[in-house]
């Protein structure tokens, strides 16, 4: 069957911040502008996950009135609290020496999700074209190597691969400029880095994990707008990591544990890290006697603008964390996301205003290179690799850029340090590391992979094709179990990845793909890049609330 085609404008691939504000900043220069945006969630929102605390600035440029329009930024932060833990106390970083990294004075403590839902009816109601439900499986090329759009996946296809009674082709929507806007470890964007050699030239881009939950505590304990920030234990002094908790309104904590993916020991696992991290009492004394609610897990751009790529290519842009806008340091990529996109629909009001189509935007980078978010990110730029140096290093230089040389009015470091290797070259072999013995959840405090899933209402089609593919089917077996004791079983945050054991055969590799939270960590991480993560069926994964 051949497929349908719609034709557009623009068709933008993902309904986060930084796709949803570049469709709200095309229609609000032109709203002549034809615009369609895709979401591969059942709704919009539906597969967002943050911290988060967000800084308005970005959305204030984009909608100045959004506190009148009903935008749910609800919560101020009213304090700021970054401890050191150790294993039986905390020391608290006097307000005095708090980096300028960690000030969250006039940001809001919110749910991304319900942000993004917010941003997706201010688009609709410009007149952008909205379809949750599909995902952009195939990105389309011309004859002359442009993109001239994506194809949404197949529905109905079996688990052979064969068309069920459901059957139905997916759809061509092609469009002038395509605009990218996945996330991090976008699908389709990683597949545009290596065609357009859009990273040549470039740091490798690294990533962490971050694993979230939702929680609903007593009255008494509820601490309106309250931001925690924690390093140190449980995690060893050479892997980044560090904990956040907040408080929302409503007796509402979110709180969640970040782990660099560059770790070494192929026996940690960064769920079991977050458990045993809630287990502090620094952390414990928010939460005991609440009731967790979600949970969730996401992979983040460590956010260095010198792994950004280049951002455009004929025919499109990447935007957001797609291309990988992030502020590690001040842990923040809403306001960058949606910054990020702003300044790509400048340049596509402006290119089709001229007649073109299917060139390069280079008025974004341009832009970009003029931003304050240019500016801001150069600022933070040293963070995340003087933290890979060791949490003693990371800690020191954070306080001489972030704090002392700010205090003698120097904006940004002098100096400029580079990463040099992606995450997944950073395992050792497993007898060279000593293995991490985790306790069991008591089921109060801290819980198990799959009752964790449950939570995060993730749901797939069983009978289905798997999204996680494999390069070679003997790898997981050969080289992962064998060197690395299989640390997919430990690093997904889902329980996807699973050894069977079976008496009188041969160890294999299980994939419980209808566990998938998409959170694209296995893709990140795997030893030998042997996984591939696809898109499911659109409308399918995890379906976070209020997350």
């Given at each position: 069957?051949?497929?349908?085609?719609?034709?557009f404008?623009?068709?933008?691939?993902?309904?986060?911040?930084a796709?949803?504000?570049t469709?709200?900043?095309?229609k609000?220069?032109n709203?002549?502008i034809?615009?369609?945006?895709i979401e591969?969630g059942?709704?919009i929102?539906?597969h967002?996950?943050?911290?988060?605390?967000?800084?308005?600035?970005?959305?204030?440029?984009?909608?100045?009135?959004?506190?009148?329009?009903?935008?749910?930024?609800?919560q101020p932060v009213s304090?700021d609290d970054?401890?050191?833990?150790?294993?039986?106390?905390?020391?608290?970083?006097?307000?005095f020496l708090v980096?300028?990294n960690?000030?969250n004075h006039?940001?809001y403590?919110?749910?991304?999700?319900?942000?993004?839902?917010?941003?997706?009816?201010?688009a609709?109601?410009?007149?952008?074209e909205?379809?949750?439900?599909f995902?952009?499986?195939?990105?389309?090329f011309?004859?002359?190597?442009?993109?001239?759009?994506?194809?949404?996946g197949?529905?109905?296809?079996g688990?052979d691969g064969?068309?069920?009674?459901?059957?139905?082709r997916g759809m061509?929507?092609l469009?002038?400029y395509t605009?990218?806007?996945?996330?991090?470890r976008?699908?389709?964007?990683?597949?545009l880095?290596?065609k357009?050699k859009?990273?040549?030239?470039?740091d490798?881009?690294?990533?962490?994990?971050?694993i979230?939950?939702?929680?609903?505590?007593?009255?008494?304990k509820?601490?309106p707008?309250?931001?925690?920030?924690?390093?140190g234990?449980?995690?060893?002094?050479?892997t980044?990591?560090?904990?956040?908790?907040?408080?929302?309104?409503?007796n509402k904590?979110?709180l969640?544990y970040?782990?660099?993916?560059?770790?070494?020991?192929p026996?940690l696992s960064?769920?079991?890290?977050?458990?045993r991290?809630k287990?502090?009492?620094?952390?414990?004394?928010?939460i005991?006697?609440?009731?967790?609610?979600?949970?969730?897990?996401?992979a983040?751009?460590?956010?260095?603008?010198?792994?950004?790529?280049?951002?455009?290519?004929?025919g499109?842009?990447?935007v957001?964390?797609?291309?990988?806008?992030?502020?590690a340091?001040?842990?923040?990529?809403s306001?960058?996301?949606?910054?990020s996109?702003m300044?790509?629909?400048?340049a596509l009001a402006?290119?089709?205003?001229?007649g073109?189509?299917?060139?390069?935007?280079?008025?974004?980078p341009?832009?970009?290179?003029?931003?304050?978010?240019?500016?801001?990110?150069?600022?933070?730029?040293?963070?995340?690799?003087?933290?890979?140096?060791?949490?003693?290093?990371?800690?020191?230089?954070t306080g001489?850029?972030?704090?002392?040389?700010?205090?003698?009015g120097?904006?940004?470091?002098p100096?400029?340090?580079?990463?040099?290797?992606?995450?997944?070259?950073s395992?050792?072999?497993?007898?060279?590391?000593?293995?991490?013995?985790?306790?069991?959840?008591?089921?109060?405090?801290?819980?198990?992979?799959l009752?964790?899933?449950f939570?995060?209402?993730?749901?797939?089609?069983?009978?289905?094709p798997?999204?996680?593919?494999?390069?070679?089917?003997?790898v997981p077996?050969s080289?992962?179990?064998?060197?690395?004791?299989?640390?997919?079983q430990?690093?997904?945050?889902?329980?996807?990845?699973e050894?069977?054991?079976?008496?009188g055969?041969e160890?294999?590799?299980?994939i419980?793909a209808q566990?998938?939270?998409?959170?694209?960590?296995?893709d990140?991480?795997?030893?030998?890049?042997?996984i591939?993560?696809?898109v499911?069926q659109g409308?399918?994964?995890p379906?976070?609330g209020?997350?």
């Amino acid at each position: 069957m051949e497929r349908e085609s719609m034709e557009f404008d623009v068709v933008i691939v993902g309904g986060g911040p930084a796709g949803l504000a570049t469709a709200i900043r095309l229609k609000q220069i032109n709203a002549d502008i034809n615009v369609c945006l895709i979401e591969k969630g059942a709704e919009i929102g539906a597969h967002i996950l943050s911290g988060a605390v967000m800084d308005p600035r970005s959305i204030t440029e984009l909608i100045p009135d959004w506190k009148e329009q009903g935008a749910p930024l609800n919560q101020p932060v009213s304090g700021d609290d970054l401890l050191i833990l150790n294993a039986t106390g905390a020391k608290r970083i006097p307000d005095f020496l708090v980096p300028r990294n960690f000030h969250n004075h006039g940001n809001y403590v919110i749910s991304l999700g319900q942000v993004a839902r917010w941003l997706g009816q201010q688009a609709e109601a410009l007149g952008v074209e909205i379809y949750p439900g599909f995902a952009g499986a195939e990105i389309l090329f011309d004859d002359n190597g442009a993109v001239r759009g994506v194809a949404t996946g197949d529905m109905g296809v079996g688990r052979d691969g064969q068309p069920t009674d459901a059957y139905a082709r997916g759809m061509e929507l092609l469009a002038k400029y395509t605009i990218f806007a996945e996330g991090a470890r976008g699908h389709l964007g990683k597949q545009l880095l290596a065609k357009y050699k859009l990273t040549d030239g470039k740091d490798p881009q690294t990533y962490a994990i971050g694993i979230k939950e939702l929680w609903e505590i007593e009255p008494a304990k509820a601490k309106p707008g309250l931001v925690v920030h924690t390093s140190g234990w449980p995690i060893e002094d050479d892997t980044f990591a560090g904990g956040f908790l907040y408080h929302l309104e409503d007796n509402k904590v979110t709180l969640g544990y970040v782990v660099g993916l560059d770790y070494k020991n192929p026996w940690l696992s960064p769920f079991e890290e977050m458990q045993r991290w809630k287990t502090h009492p620094s952390i414990k004394a928010h939460i005991e006697g609440g009731k967790r609610l979600s949970y969730g897990a996401r992979a983040i751009n460590n956010g260095t603008p010198q792994a950004l790529p280049k951002t455009v290519f004929p025919g499109g842009a990447l935007v957001g964390c797609d291309a990988g806008y992030m502020n590690a340091a001040r842990i923040k990529g809403s306001h960058a996301a949606i910054k990020s996109g702003m300044l790509c629909a400048e340049a596509l009001a402006e290119a089709l205003a001229a007649g073109r189509s299917s060139d390069e935007l280079t008025a974004y980078p341009e832009a970009f290179e003029k931003s304050w978010l240019k500016d801001e990110l150069d600022q933070q730029r040293n963070f995340k690799l003087w933290f890979k140096k060791g949490s003693l290093i990371g800690e020191l230089m954070t306080g001489i850029e972030q704090w002392f040389l700010p205090k003698i009015g120097i904006k940004s470091p002098p100096w400029t340090l580079h990463g040099s290797k992606p995450d997944h070259l950073s395992l050792l072999p497993a007898a060279q590391c000593p293995k991490i013995e985790y306790p069991k959840p008591d089921g109060v405090i801290t819980f198990d992979r799959l009752s964790s899933v449950f939570m995060s209402n993730t749901n797939h089609e069983e009978n289905e094709p798997c999204h996680l593919t494999l390069k070679d089917a003997s790898v997981p077996i050969s080289v992962n179990l064998a060197q690395y004791e299989a640390p997919e079983q430990r690093y997904c945050p889902a329980g996807v990845y699973e050894i069977v054991r079976l008496e009188g055969t041969e160890p294999r590799l299980q994939i419980n793909a209808q566990n998938c939270v998409h959170c694209k960590t296995c893709d990140i991480k795997d030893p030998t890049q042997n996984i591939n993560w696809v898109v499911p069926q659109g409308g399918e994964g995890p379906l976070y609330g209020s997350m």
